[in-house]
């Protein structure tokens, strides 16, 4: 995987994960153009498209678009498994999660995410793993709330 | 100085804002109250500041004043700080930032913290963002992690490992031996970055490769795993609606195909569990299709027995079927990369193929038109065709101009029948006639003049088809030529195929006028009508409309037609004996060949030049005494016939058109001087004549007789030609090069590019491979053939690209030490 993010329709960015190093200008038209393309996307359409030399993997949930930048040899239907497993560590984490609990508690979104892929690839395939391991840290955090 | 406001709150403020304005000046107050607090060094709220500040960047706020930050709160003892603080340090920093290299002692120290949650931390961050640099200084202290027995460290080195090597492949080696035992593993975390380690290594180096398939066994023991996780029972931890663990079958399917391909025996080893998954994997859900579909790609790849691959394709022709679009899509795709090597397989679900033409996707629609091109075949040509045209008519602008050409080339190779041929045509003409590439015109009519008995026919139509409409200017172009050739034809009403229709000169000539003058008509439309209306003075009676019409353009604005009209002009007055002569019938023109292969690979979009074989020779349905071989080579991507028309689309010269008009009849071997019609094949380097690779492998070798040299050796790489006459014709020189590499790296994505001078003709067939490997171990070997006709001293320019060490590398070079009996 190249790189992940996490708009919503009005096409407010609310994570992005990068696994390549790219210059914050490239990042930025690329956020941008990447955006209005999915945006444009029919509901009946296919979760894939191609882009310049990637194949994007996308896929709505509720008011948060999650799309997934692969690379030519990668299996575009167990990205789709990927996105969706995120989606389940999210939403035990934070309980029914939705939107604005990704808007107010970002930096939580992006542990959870490096908990879960490295570098593109998953780190650990069982959820209850993933979940523990962020337990665990948050515990270690002092109990007063620094931010 | 008041506490800084918290993250949550700031968050909650930014939102209240109303407009793009107010939330600028809101971050713009925010932005300094933090630069005055990170300047006051102050240690307790330097982590709230700095996650502020992440929240301001990702609204799309610089936040580069807040990167030595992130550094300091990496060194901090506490863990809340580190935590954001490498999250800050993956969002703000890169490795293009030098202050990023200061984060390289931290991470040390925190690779080897007591808290193996700190380890992780330190592990992400250099797996995400490490910088070669940083790679290499810390590569130890990753291996060292690599052989720890707490699985959660294990599987993040792993990844980090993968990172390393990545950026700096050199060290590959050293992550080997702590790869021992790694897939020996219970943990499904280690196991799983374990077989990503595994696949990044093998797919980087051949010799780790081979290394991996015979000294670890390591076939048998991903078959035993894999075969474990299908055969468990349920296993809470890992399943995914029913499914154990996809992800990691997934992930070691991959590795199988790498292990397998190119390989008998690995391919053997795996041939039964790979059947296995997929004849026992569930498919319902997605999941189970996502294993299907990598098992189907694997299978595909290695050197499986045709059973299986049988077995693969039927997978894919389910996928078809499913209702999910997405299925669809992969597995339109998977086909058009398997349709050259398995055609006959993918034959048999050519009408479900078809059915895809009406998706509502775009992206299916496209594959569906692509796959059905390399689909179609004489057995099937009326039925596809009639699908392909509907097709057309139906189908967004953005799909016409390749529908269009495909339909073009198809019809080609395997129409029935001349009628058939000239409908489709039509049809094409008349419903996407906007959208045909401008190549096609010259094709249509050297086509139509081929055509002897259908002229009339033809002409009858295209007349018909331009009282319609008047705005697609190939279908004007190529109906002003033929009523300029045919007029007689259409006049005189003696169609047979079709009944005849009852039309006048003066219609005709009313028709040709009216394109003259029409807002429609593109300059050249406009050429190709006038000379039409010269051509009917032959051929009409009504010879004073003509010269009235004639005489008019030559004061035209229009430099194109002027210079037309004047000539047509002193044609009538000066040389009027030689009007007949001059525009008399054109004779039948003889037709370059085109390559069969070629046309696959164009339809596809995908040149596979490995994949094409002997299977598919061409297949010309021209007659077959095209006598010249040497137009034979002019084979390539995109190959059009070349035809050396003169009329519409040359532009005028000096001397005269008319003394053109009798050069460019004549059918000499040389290549067509300056023809607008010649195919993609660029022309635009004189002297030479610039070929790229083309697609039909050749086995000639060795050479007899004509001693060997060396082309070109230079930074290790050397390549040597060795010669043979083709039997056929002896002015052809098959030249065999040999491409071989002493350096101690491979180079990769190798390709070698040959031009010739005008006087030569030259065709390059597929290489063997694109990867020279190090230290001679294997040469890769192409084929040139040069046609000579003019037994010229043989001369080539040369230029090689290819990736070493992972920058690319190109080199020009003149070869002109040929021995002479090459070329003699």
Known sequence: MRFMLLFSRQGKLRLQKWYTATAERDKKKMVRELMQVVLARKPKMCSFLEWRDLKIVYKRYASLYFCCAVEEQDNELITLEVIHRFVELLDKYFGSVCELDIIFNFEKAYFILDEFLMGGEIQDTSKKSVLKAIEQADLLQEVYDYF | ?824
């Open chain 2, 1 to 824: 100085m008041p506490a800084p406001i918290r993250l949550r709150e700031l968050i909650r403020t930014i939102r209240t804002a109303r407009t793009q304005a107010e939330e600028r000046e809101m971050i713009q107050k925010e932005c300094a109250a933090i630069r005055s607090s990170f300047r006051e060094e102050d240690n307790t709220y330097r982590c709230r500041n700095v996650a502020k500040l992440l929240y301001m960047h990702m609204l799309g706020y610089p936040a580069h004043f807040g990167q030595l930050e992130c550094l300091k709160l990496i060194a901090s003892q506490k863990f809340t700080d580190k935590r954001i603080g490498y999250l800050g340090a993956m969002l703000l920093l890169d490795e293009r930032q030098d202050v990023h290299l200061l984060m390289t002692n931290c991470i040390k120290n925190d690779l080897n913290h007591s808290t193996q949650y700190v380890q992780g931390l330190a592990l992400c961050t250099l797996g995400c963002m490490g910088s070669s640099e940083m790679c290499r200084d810390l590569a130890g202290e990753v291996e060292k992690l690599l052989k720890t027995s707490n699985s959660y460290l294990r599987k993040k080195a792993a990844l980090c490992a993968v990172h390393v090597i990545r950026k700096v492949p050199e060290l590959m080696e050293m992550f080997l031996p702590a790869t021992k035992n790694l897939l020996s593993e219970k943990n499904h975390g280690v196991l799983h970055t374990s077989v990503v380690l595994l696949t990044e290594m093998c797919e980087r180096s051949p010799d780790m490769l081979s290394h991996f398939r015979k000294n670890e066994k390591l076939v048998p023991q991903l078959v035993r795993i894999l075969k474990n996780l299908i055969m468990s029972g349920y296993s809470p931890e890992h399943d995914v609606s029913g499914i154990s663990d996809p992800f990691l079958q997934v992930r070691i399917l991959r590795l199988l195909r790498i292990l397998g391909r190119s390989d008998d025996d690995s391919s053997e080893a795996m041939n039964d569990i790979l059947a296995q998954v997929a004849t026992n994997t569930e498919t319902s859900k997605n999941v189970g299709n996502a294993i299907l579909y990598e098992t189907v790609l694997t299978i595909m790849d290695i050197k499986s027995e045709s059973g299986l691959r049988v077995l693969a394709i039927n997978i894919l022709g389910r996928f078809l079927l499913n209702n999910d679009k997405n299925i669809r899509y992969v597995a339109l795709t998977s086909l058009l990369k398997t349709v050259q090597t398995d055609h006959n397989a993918v034959q048999r679900h050519r009408s479900t193929i078809v059915d895809c033409l009406k998706d509502l996707d775009v992206s299916i629609k496209r594959r569906a038109m692509e796959l059905s091109f390399a689909l179609v075949n004489g057995n099937n040509i009326r039925g596809m065709m009639k699908e392909l045209l509907y097709f057309l008519d139906s189908c967004d602008p953005e799909f016409k101009a390749d529908c269009a050409s495909g339909v073009f080339l198809a019809a080609e190779k395997y129409a029935p029948s001349k009628r058939w041929h000239i409908d489709t045509i039509m049809r094409v003409l008349t419903t996407a006639g906007s959208y045909v590439r401008d190549d096609s015109v010259p094709n249509l009519i050297q086509l139509i003049t081929n055509s002897v008995e259908m002229h009339a026919y033809t002409v009858q139509r295209l007349y018909k088809a331009l009282l319609d409409d008047i705005s697609q200017q190939p279908l004007v172009q190529v109906a002003s030529w033929c009523i300029g050739e045919y007029g007689d034809l259409l006049v005189s009403g003696q169609c047979e195929e079709e009944e005849p229709i009852q039309v006048t000169e003066d219609e005709v000539l009313d028709v040709l006028e009216g394109l003259l003058v029409s807002n429609l008509s593109a300059p050249v439309t406009r050429g190709y009508s006038l000379t039409a209306i010269m051509k009917l003075s032959t051929r009409f009676s009504s010879v004073n409309r003509i010269k009235k019409v004639v005489s008019i353009y030559g004061s035209s604005i229009d430099v194109e037609l002027q210079q037309r009209a004047v000539e047509y002009n002193a044609l009538f007055k000066k040389y009027d004996h030689m009007r007949p002569a001059l525009l008399e019938r054109m004779p039948i023109m003889e037709k370059t060949a085109t390559n069969g292969p070629s046309e696959i690979v164009q339809t596809n979009g995908e040149t596979d030049s490995t994949v094409l074989d002997t299977k598919h020779p061409p297949t010309i349905t021209q007659p077959p005494s095209q006598g010249n071989d040497l137009l034979d080579l002019l084979g390539g991507n995109d190959v059009v016939p070349v035809i050396q028309t003169s009329l519409p689309t040359k532009p005028p010269s000096a001397g005269g058109e008319l003394l053109d008009l009798l050069g460019d009849l004549s059918l000499t071997g040389a290549p067509p001087p300056a023809p607008a019609s010649v195919p993609s094949v660029p022309m635009s380097q004189p002297p030479f004549l610039l070929d790229g690779l083309s697609s039909q492998p050749l086995f000639n070798d060795i050479g007899t007789g004509i001693p060997p040299m060396t082309a070109y050796n230079k930074n290790g790489l050397k390549i040597e030609f060795m010669f043979e006459r083709s039997n056929p014709n002896p002015n052809i020189a098959v030249i065999t090069i040999h491409a071989s590499n002493s350096t101690e790296a491979d180079m990769t994505d190798f390709v070698f590019q040959a031009a010739v001078p005008k006087t030569f003709q030259l065709q390059l067939l597929s290489p063997s491979s694109n990867v020279v490997p190090a230290l001679n171990q294997g040469n890769v070997t192409q084929v040139i053939r040069v046609l000579n006709p003019q037994k010229q001293q043989l001369r080539m320019r040369i230029k090689l690209t290819y990736t070493y060490k992972g920058s690319p590398v190109q080199d020009l070079a003149e070869v002109n030490n040929f021995p002479p009996q090459s070329w003699q």
